[in-house]
């Protein structure tokens, strides 16, 4: 299995133009994105970095006799504009199966409906290919991605590592300490990115109402994708709320390490060292916070968004819902539980087997056999290794 991407935390193909935040391409996205630029005042430059795409994959391809290749989020969501048309000659030209792993599509995002690149959306986002089949993260997209572009899409969802969860070690049990938590404190995680969409002011208002000296809001995620306001909007609510709060996104990394004496943690680390996660979120391809939560077996509260409501509600998990607001009945759901612990305990064990059975790797390397979009499949250790794929990612933007 070989790695390309603009960007890698590990072996592989690193080809710098195919990252989004490549300055180039990062130019063309906000002139047309977000300056709402006339297309044609882009159109060049956005050819012209296709081409130098075009031009290092062929390279890359000629070198690597590739079998087959998945495609992660780079034909469905238009943040890299270059990079799909690109890639879609080169699957030509070397005439290579590609499975598509489509995300999130330009007609659910405001800013891309109103841009005047929608022309160019239709055509590339995705585009219709004989060699790609696509794969949509849950059945409302597969269903829009059918009524707006006419393509046939198959289901493969998120899925997590069930099989491999990290158990707390000495390095975990650094974490309350190094940001002044004691074991008493009760930790509410907020673990996505800090993008309005998440809706991160419904849990400084859960904290809030719950009025309890001992919680603590610890909000581990990236701010920065879209704009660094919103975090400061939120450190500000936060302040006039009173609660206790602490955002530690610049601690937390991809892997755990020390610099100068200061610990970084992993995501992993934040989880088992929480006690309750909130997840209020708008909007989601799918929820990698939400399956991460339930393989460290934590308690919830999650608003009942649009994929939450059509694809994982159905399955019986056993979490506290708001359906849009946060109402008062939902705050005493929450207080209740906290002081229930053989209720946690039982929730936390059935959500777990929920998961596994429907979103673990295993399950997963299945539903994709079935569907035929692979052949052979082992999983060993973190990752699913297939007999006849190479993969092809592109590190855009997860949950």
Known sequence: MTFVAGELDGDGIVIPELHFAHPKALAIHRKLIEKKRPFEEVEGEIADLAEVIESKLRTVFENHKFDRMIVANVFSLPIHLSFSPALEKIIDEFRIPTIARDHDFW???????????????????????PFIRHTTLNSLSQQHLKDAAGINAAV?????????????DWYAKCFRNDFGLTSKDIVF?????????????????????????????V????????GREYLSQLKSLARQAGIRAKFIGDRVDVERRMVKGVRYYSLWDVFKNADFVTYPTKFEGFGNQFLETIAYKKPMMVNRYEVFKAD???????????????????????RDLLMDQDRISKMAEKNFEIGREHFSYEATAERMMKLGLISDVAVTGKHLVTADLVSLFDPQFSD
Do not use: C, H
């Open 107 to 129: 007609w659910d995002r405001e800013r891309y409906k109103s841009s005047a690149g929608v022309g160019y959306f239709a055509q590339y986002f995705p585009p219709k290919d």
């Open 156 to 168: 493969v969802a998120d899925s997590f590592d069930f099989s491999n969860v990290e158990g707390s």
């Open 189 to 217: 995680l907020q673990a996505t990115r800090i993008v309005p969409r998440k809706n991160i002011e419904a849990s400084i208002e859960l904290v809030r109402k719950l009025d309890d000296p001992r919680i603590i809001l």
């Open 219 to 226: 909000l581990a995620g990236y701010a920065g994708d879209e």
């Open 312 to 334: 994982l509600e159905p399955l019986g998990f056993d979490v506290i819902k708001m359906d849009g607001a946060l109402t008062n009945d939902v705050v005493g759901q929450v």
